[in-house]
C-alpha cells in the first residue's frame, strides 16, 4: 500500500512528515530523523514532573518511552538510534532509583 508515493518496506515514514523527522539526517545518518522525537518526550517528561511534581511519574514514562523507541529502531533496522534511545531509558532508571533513595 503506497501513501504519497512511499511504501512501508521502503520508506518507513510517510513522506509527508519526513521534513520533521528528518532534521538529524545529516548529523547522525541513515534512519536518524527519528531523534526528532526525542524533543516531544522531553518535553512531556518535563510536563508530567511539572503537573505531578513525583519524579517516579516522570522516570517511569521516560522508561517506558525510550524501551519502545528502542524497540521500534530495532525492528525497522535504525541500529544508529537505538544507543541514543538506550541512554534516555537509562537515565530514567538512574533518576527513579536516585529520586527513591531521596524518599528515605
Known sequence: MAVNGSDWFN???NTTFSPYTDL???VFGDN??????LFP????TIGIYVK???AQ???MFMIAS???LSAGNLFIG????????????AMGFVGLFISMLMQR
Open 66 to 68: 525510550g524501551a519502545l
Open 57 to 59: 511519574m516522570s522516570c
Open 78 to 89: 535504525g541500529m544508529t538510534l537505538v544507543p541514543v534511545f538506550v541512554i534516555f531509558t
Open 11 to 13: 520508506n518507513p515514514w
Open 24 to 26: 538529524f539526517g545529516n
Open 52 to 54: 505531578t511534581r513525583n
Open 41 to 44: 518526550l522531553i518535553i512531556l
Open 32 to 37: 536518524a530523523g527519528n531523534v526528532f522525537f
